[in-house]
């Protein structure tokens, strides 16, 4: 008899959807616009054919201006918006398949701006617990599962306080632990810390950062403060509703000039170098961090020094003044790390 083997299609098959925990192909999302009187009046396409794939395990920036469809993106990865063309899966499963519904919102939780539109009980573990006891968690279960989320987010000790007493930053942890108790394996954070003073800030990206690295949790942070997406697995920078950049954050911040056209910065310490760079100090095109700007200015200077010692000419400006070939080949990687972005 004749065996008849069949292939699967190319370039998507059911096994590649699994090992990515999102995966998104040729994603386009219309919304309707309507006017005062609420008729329709023609559409906006917010999301302008994405692809893109998050391996599972991965902490995510999505960066992109105002409008530029972020959290459009993210309602997609919640099943909270479906495709008007292309397909979502979450952990394999497709968006559009109205039985997959609860699965993904359970598996991919959603963390919004604002903590005060998301914490609804009056007493912090009653709000961790809301979710679970919605799905029919076993009370004993869920006894475990809040005080196990709450410990992850360090919110354990305030267990029994109203959320009222709770600084930006605790409530949004309070969130995270909602979501967490959950169990997913993804959390969507869009915009969580800007609503926050800097120390909210930090303690929100410190607690998502820890359920990644010791849960193992996917993290997809929306964010407008660059800092916040340094220590990201890879970023994406979204532009008019299309992928513009993608890239670990070196790649990403190491181009300036890029990023500005995006109407985006880049980290403070990455502009600083820049600049010194531009003003003829030999620094790497892309330091992330205070303490590697230090490194390499000591590392320069150092250089400079043993060359003054051996009667050489310093090769880096230091405080000489610019050094023009520097200049030059700063112009030059950007050009040619500018001829690596995506779309
Ligand atoms: N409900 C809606 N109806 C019509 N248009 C919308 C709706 N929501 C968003 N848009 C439009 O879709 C585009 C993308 O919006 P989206 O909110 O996804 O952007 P964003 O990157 O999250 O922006 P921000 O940084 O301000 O949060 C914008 O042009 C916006 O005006
Ligand atoms: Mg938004």
Not at 26 to 49: S, W
Not at 70 to 76: D, F, I, R, V, W
Not at 238 to 260: H, Y
Not at 287 to 308: N, R
Request: with cysteine.
């Amino acid at each position: 008899m004749q065996k008849i083997i069949i292939l699967p299609a190319r370039g998507e098959c059911a096994g590649d959807r699994r090992m990515s925990m999102i995966k998104i192909q040729k994603l386009i999302h219309d919304y309707i616009k309507r006017d005062d009187e609420g008729n329709a009046a023609g559409t906006v396409r917010a999301i302008d054919g994405v692809d893109l794939e998050v391996k599972p395990g991965q902490f995510i920036a999505v960066l992109g201006h105002n409008g530029s469809g972020k959290s459009t993106l993210a309602k997609h990865l919640n099943a909270l918006l479906f495709p008007t063309e292309g397909t979502v899966w979450v952990d394999g499963m497709d968006t559009k398949d109205g039985a997959n519904l609860w699965e993904i919102r359970r598996e991919a939780g959603m963390v919004f701006q604002n903590p005060d539109n998301q914490i609804i009980a009056q007493v912090v573990e009653e709000d961790v617990g809301f979710g679970p006891e919605n799905i029919g968690v076993p009370t004993e279960e869920i006894w475990k599962r809040v005080e196990e989320s709450l410990k992850a987010v360090g919110m354990l000790e305030h267990r029994k306080k109203s959320p009222n007493r709770l600084s930006g930053g605790q409530k949004q942890r309070v969130s995270i632990a909602g979501v967490i108790a959950m169990e997913p394996k993804c959390i969507i954070l869009d915009e969580p810390t800007a609503m926050l003073d800097p120390n909210g800030r930090k303690e929100v990206i410190k607690a998502a950062m820890k359920l990644n690295r010791e849960k193992g949790i996917t993290v997809i942070l929306i964010t407008h403060y660059m800092e916040e997406a340094i220590d990201a697995d890879l970023i994406f920078v979204m532009d008019k509703g299309e992928i513009a950049m993608q890239g670990t954050p070196r790649e990403i911040f190491s181009q300036v000039k890029r990023m500005k056209e995006l109407q985006l910065d880049v980290p403070q310490v990455t502009l600083l170098a820049y600049e010194l760079r531009k003003a003829g100090l030999h620094l790497p095109a892309s330091i992330l961090t205070k303490e590697e700007l230090v490194d390499a200015l000591l590392g320069s200077k150092t250089e400079e020094g043993k060359e003054a010692e051996e009667g050489k000419e310093p090769k880096s400006a230091g405080t000489a003044g610019p050094d023009k070939e520097t200049v030059k080949e700063t112009d030059k990687e950007e050009e040619e790390a500018g001829n690596g972005d995506q779309g």
